[in-house]
């Protein structure tokens, strides 16, 4: 872990994975369907940008019963969106070493797979740190066994102004116990924080990192609505585009608005606040 958080990808959970691929199609992306996760419960579609990371989007397979344990099921079953997220090291091994020696717990490194539908078998080492309840703040770690570009073929870019992830947000209770541990596990520099009224929340960016810390200001902000419902985790994604007047042309999204030191433009639709772009 050198103090790198650049994003391998960020998953979002669905109950429906028809209803959600129509949702960002509609959006003007276009997911491409992944295949089966190997454990047969889960099913995937991803939205691969051209800096290679990409989004990913999870739901149960057709033949998943109700009731049947499938990974992140609360926030699957709840459409939840942004859920988690992975960054990519170097040695997934060194990875286990440094979580350890920085007091976390680990799951791993385990092989993970999947299928794709044209038969192609996709393999990885993937690590999971800290207490079951905050791994969806903290990121897990993916190694490939076969070549990424199984995993995210460069044929399935997305064609679009959007070029990347810019930006996640991690809706936690208190910033500053996260933004100490960020920094003893990634050793991250101070964040940066701003109040942000549109969502009555404090954010705190990391500088030269695409993730900001997100905290509640008061008992009624729908920030501590999602995280009484769910654990510590991802809020929102903003995408990355060149130039966001341009960008606007070619997607259903709001009127540019204030967002902490950016101006960024929602997704309009079922997409909601989940979702948005800014100019990076």
């Not at 709840?78 to 060194?94: F, L, M, S």
């Not at 993937?126 to 969806?136: H, N, T, Y």
Request: proline share 10%; charged share 20%.
């Amino acid at each position: 872990m050198s103090g790198n958080l650049s994003i391998d990808h960020i998953a979002t959970a669905w109950s429906n994975h028809t209803t959600a691929v129509e949702q960002f199609t509609d959006g003007g992306l276009s997911p491409q369907f992944g295949g089966e996760h190997a454990d047969g419960t889960t099913q995937m579609s991803i939205v691969p940008f051209a800096d290679g990371s990409y989004l990913e989007l999870i739901s149960p397979t057709e033949t998943t019963q109700p009731g049947e344990t499938v990974r992140w099921s609360t926030h699957i079953g709840t459409d939840a969106g942004p859920c988690a997220w992975a960054i990519e090291p170097e040695d997934i091994v060194a990875a286990a070493k440094r979580s350890i020696d920085a007091g976390e717990p680990i799951v791993g490194p385990q092989q993970g797979g999947r299928t794709r539908p044209d038969d192609v078998m996709i393999e990885w080492d993937e690590l999971f740190v800290g207490p079951e309840s905050d791994r969806f703040a903290l990121p897990f770690f993916v190694t490939d066994r076969t070549p990424k570009s199984y995993r995210v073929p460069s044929e399935w870019a997305h064609d679009g102004p959007i070029t990347g992830i810019a930006e996640l947000g991690i809706a936690v209770s208190a910033i500053e116990p996260w933004a100490t541990r960020f920094k003893r596990l990634f050793r991250i520099p101070t964040p940066i924080e701003t109040s942000i009224e549109s969502i009555d929340a404090i954010v705190a960016s990391i500088p030269g990192e695409p993730v900001s810390f997100l905290s509640p200001k008061n008992p009624h902000s729908p920030l501590k609505t999602r995280l009484d419902r769910y654990p510590p985790g991802p809020a929102y994604c903003l995408f990355a585009v060149e130039d966001l007047s341009q960008a606007v042309d070619m997607y259903p999204v709001s009127s540019p608005t204030t967002f902490g030191n950016q101006s960024v433009c929602w997704f309009e639709g079922p997409l909601g606040k989940q979702f948005g772009i800014v100019e990076n």
